[in-house]
């Protein structure tokens, strides 16, 4: 087995049957940060700051930091259109991971470290009717996010830290169903399409604290955008033509993100937060571009070409994210929090398609978390909802998706593990 197949088996076992909140982006990482509703760049309690903004990795509260943890997540999606009244997709529960390890040097002016985190993706798996001259068909989708970033934070003075990572980003894609060819020549071709691709790009990060007074701490965060070439292969049949395989090159971006937040100590036992976060859709997810090329089947290629270029159209729009948290301390070793998030959802009606249902504006949740035999541990809840989508006539050619609807619901648990000294 090719390295690229090792990483796309490890890529599909670590992440999740599901639709995202922001679009695909998951909020939050980690019980942690999931407790209270998100809301995170302007701390430095948890490791994900690693991710979330780095400058906050030199005000941990040790030199030595650890966290791990896993996620338990459950989805259900509703799907309706005039050939399938009812098409429910359920998961079973499903794990996610991410882990954290950061070290600060003695003078406690520099902290390093390094982190896996899953922090976007999407999936979904329906057996419908599809157009004719389809008939029963898969709906299936995947696409998954994943980054590796080594990190470091520099404290410019006992108010200012500045931090910043670079590092990989992995995405694994597929596709496979019913499809009408967008663009080009060909355009409203039908075809039975099963596409897999993997691929790695670039991603880095920077960010700052700034710490106003004892109770009050800012921080602002840039994510880069991952922008992948992804290499895999399709399979093809067009009715009449026969089956073929090409060599495929997906062209995919997940966005960049902007992010401002503010922590306050209202009491010595009351801590409030805020995130207010920008997405970047309207670049990224313009549309996903497909290069297909090599076909195996010289009838399809003579009838066809010998490549395929099509542009999926997307045309998301950009989305801002206001993340709410509190926490309660009842003594040193036990902590309450509960929090409420909102996210603006970036898809038009007109490209809402079954493939990418990620419609979810909403979420609460709670946690707790407490110290025990030199580990800290935490626990939290919280339920995605949306209302119900509805698309009139779709701007996708075809007419798949026309007089459509979707409603989706997450439950996700948290529980991480933390080890300090």
Request: glycine share 10%.
């Amino acid at each position: 087995m090719s390295l690229k197949h090792i990483v796309a088996v490890l890529l599909v076992g670590a992440c999740a049957q599901l639709a995202y909140a922001n679009g695909v982006i998951r909020d939050p990482l980690g019980a942690r940060v999931a407790g209270r509703g998100g809301a995170n760049v302007a701390y430095a309690d948890s490791g994900m700051i690693l991710h979330d903004n780095p400058a906050g990795m030199v005000h941990l509260p040790a030199q030595h930091f650890t966290e791990f943890g896993v996620d338990l997540l459950f989805t259900e999606i509703l799907y309706t259109d005039p050939t399938s009244p009812r098409e429910t997709n359920d998961s079973d529960p499903i794990p996610l991971g991410n882990v954290s390890i950061v070290r600060r040097t003695g003078d406690d002016n520099f902290a390093y470290g390094i982190g896996l985190f899953s922090p976007g993706g999407f999936s979904t798996d329906y057996f419908m009717t599809g157009p004719i001259p389809f008939g029963p068909q898969k709906y299936k989708s995947f696409s998954s996010l994943t980054r590796i970033l080594p990190g470091v934070a520099y404290s410019i003075d006992d108010k200012l830290s500045i931090g910043a990572t670079l590092g990989v980003a992995v995405s694994h894609t597929e596709l496979e169903g019913p499809y009408f060819l967008q663009t080009g020549a060909l355009a409203g071709t039908p075809l039975l399409m099963d596409l897999q691709a993997t691929g790695a790009a670039l991603s880095w990060s920077v960010g700052v604290q700034y710490q106003a007074s004892d109770r009050t701490a800012v921080g602002l965060s840039y994510q880069s955008e991952n922008r992948f070439h992804l290499d895999g292969n399709t399979r093809t049949n067009i009715p009449g033509l026969g089956q073929s395989r090409f060599d495929t090159t997906v062209d995919m971006t997940w966005p960049r993100t902007a992010t401002l937040g503010v922590r306050h100590s209202v009491t010595p036992y009351h801590v409030l937060g805020i995130d207010v976060a920008w997405f970047n859709w309207s670049t990224a997810f313009d549309h996903v571009g497909l290069h297909m090329t090599n076909p195996n089947n010289p009838v399809f290629g003579a009838a066809v070409g010998s490549q395929l270029t099509e542009q999926f159209p997307l045309t998301w729009h950009d989305s801002l994210s206001v993340r709410l948290g509190m926490e309660r301390y009842f003594s040193s070793n036990t902590v309450a929090r509960w929090g409420y998030s909102y996210m603006e959802n970036p898809i038009p009606n007109e490209t809402l398609t079954p493939y990418v249902p990620s419609t979810l504006q909403h979420s609460v949740g709670f946690g707790l978390g407490w110290k025990m035999r030199g580990y800290e541990t935490d626990l939290a809840y919280q339920f995605f909802f949306s209302d119900t989508r509805r698309v009139g006539t779709s701007s996708l050619i075809g007419g798949d998706f026309d007089n459509s609807s979707v409603r989706t619901q997450v439950h996700m648990l948290y529980l991480g593990w933390t080890k300090h000294f």
